[in-house]
């Protein structure tokens, strides 16, 4: 069986990161975390950072122990000695990587509305079928696609951040003005952190990134925090130009504060952007989600065709077309800010698993080398996991009950098809790679 090759360095895996994390989130959902929290939405952001940094630091330590594809079911199973728990966790993670894939391209498809009369699902359809096709090519090609995409991302949230600071606000700024108080900056937290998730996918290039022991860490906190102080600083500006009413009544808020100040060239010019942001975000879900089934297939928890890697290109081909058509098919789901709130569910209860794998591996696995260690400890025991545990059990714990069941039923379907493969002997039961 041919293998993956190691094409992606420090910069790229950066710049990989960054495209992951500062997708169509921040452009969709700042009007909705601005109804919730106000003028005091920098604090929701400035939250979602901390408990990003807290994930980050697990998955650097589990990265470099274990770099493989299939990241979270590889800790998982090698943590708790138990195929199940790893396959449900390795579930989740790819379930989530299609439906973010597909709910933003719908959002790619509604801004192209603005440039190209096309239905929006005919626009989404398009730009999952394009960019599969750069996915096969090869992850050089799709890490450079991916630069080009998050370097015109990061330039309109720039854009926001200069025109914001440097005009003059028409009255002064309550940087703490919170219309409902703590609970809305923890809503407006809960909902946002959705713009932070993804820099667990750089976990699941592992076998294409040169030196991962060392890259993979340093990227992966790198990322986060070039990201958040971003954010934070695009939360802050933006409601120097519009109020925070204003943004939670807009469909379109990063747009409307540009045209507040720049005219209509400035609301085309961060719709634009918004094309690549949502672009970049559905390349790199498409990328992470095929090397999640492979990686699985490949350590016999998948039908082994799904492991299977194209001898010229050297990526997962199989694993790609059927991301590629899952992708499609959740194209005719709906409303981005419903299923942000199923994909945050999903990824906290991850991030929790996550959390605990460390704790669990400091004592059940204290010889193996780690190249990177969580800081803060108490002897073998990391500090920070415990608080990254505890945050995201308490995030979970926020949402509304319809996502909570949308969330249980998706992991329902998961212990289905696990039944299902193990009566069909596709598993080799093993506690380690």
Same mark, same amino acid.
Request: avoid cysteine.
């Given at each position: ?64 122990? %274990?770099?493989? $594809?299939?990241?979270?079911? !590889?800790?998982?199973?090698? /943590? #708790?000695?138990?195929? @199940? *728990?790893? +396959? =449900? ?85 309550? %940087?703490?003005? $919170?219309?409902?108080?703590? !609970?809305?900056?923890?809503? /407006? #937290?809960?909902?946002? @952190? *959705?713009? +932070? =998730? ?98 699985? /297939? ?6 082994? +065709? ?128």
């Amino acid at each position: 069986m041919s293998e993956l090759k190691r094409h992606m360095g420090l910069f790229h895996l950066i710049m990989y990161g960054v495209g992951l994390i500062l997708g169509a989130g921040i452009y969709v959902l700042i009007g909705e975390a601005a109804g919730f929290a106000g003028n005091s939405m920098w604090i929701s952001f400035l939250l979602g950072a901390i408990v990003a940094i807290f994930a980050g630091l697990s998955y650097a330590e589990l990265s470099a122990l %274990y770099p493989k $594809a299939a990241a979270e079911y !590889t800790f998982v199973k090698n /943590a #708790f000695k138990n195929n @199940f *728990f790893g +396959f =449900i966790i390795g579930w989740l993670t790819a379930i989530t990587s299609i439906i973010v894939a597909a709910t933003v391209s719908l959002g790619f498809g509604g801004y192209l509305t603005q440039f190209v009369d096309l239905p929006i699902t005919i626009g989404a359809i398009f730009l999952i079928i394009v960019l599969s096709i750069v996915n096969f090519i090869g992850i050089k090609e799709s890490a450079w696609a991916n630069t080009i995409f998050a370097l015109i991302t990061a330039a309109g949230l720039i854009l926001i951040i200069v025109i914001g600071f440097s005009a003059e606000p028409v009255e002064p700024i309550d %940087y703490l003005e $919170a219309p409902n108080g703590i !609970t809305g900056i923890i809503l /407006a #937290f809960v909902l946002i @952190f *959705f713009a +932070f =998730i993804g820099f667990e996918d750089m976990a699941n290039v592992a076998e294409e990134v040169r030196r991962p022991h060392k890259t993979i860490p340093r990227a992966i906190i790198i990322s986060i925090v070039i990201t958040g102080i971003i954010y934070v600083l695009v939360s802050l500006s933006a409601v120097r130009i519009l109020n925070w009413e204003e943004l939670a009544l807009s469909s379109a808020p990063l747009a409307d504060v540009a045209h507040s100040v720049l005219g209509t060239n400035g609301s085309i010019t961060l719709s634009l952007i918004a094309l690549f942001a949502t672009a970049s975000t559905v390349l790199i879900t498409l990328v992470a989600g095929a090397r999640i089934l492979y990686g699985m /297939a490949k350590s016999n928890s998948l039908p082994q +065709f799904l492991a299977r890697v194209h001898p010229k290109t050297n990526t997962p081909w199989i694993a790609v077309v059927g991301i590629l058509i899952a992708s499609i098919g959740f194209a005719f789901v709906g409303d981005i800010v419903i299923i942000a709130n199923i994909v945050v569910f999903a990824v906290v209860i991850t991030f929790a698993a996550i959390n605990l794998a460390v704790i669990v591996l400091r004592y059940t696995e204290p010889v193996l080398e780690r190249p990177f260690r969580v800081p803060v400890n108490i002897g073998k025991f990391p500090i920070l996991p415990l608080f990254g545990f505890g945050t995201t059990i308490y995030m979970a714990l926020q949402f509304d009950i319809q996502v909570v069941f949308v969330g249980l039923g998706i992991m329902g379907i998961g212990v289905v098809l696990y039944l299902v493969l193990k009566r069909r002997n596709y598993f080799v039961e093993s506690n380690s790679f």
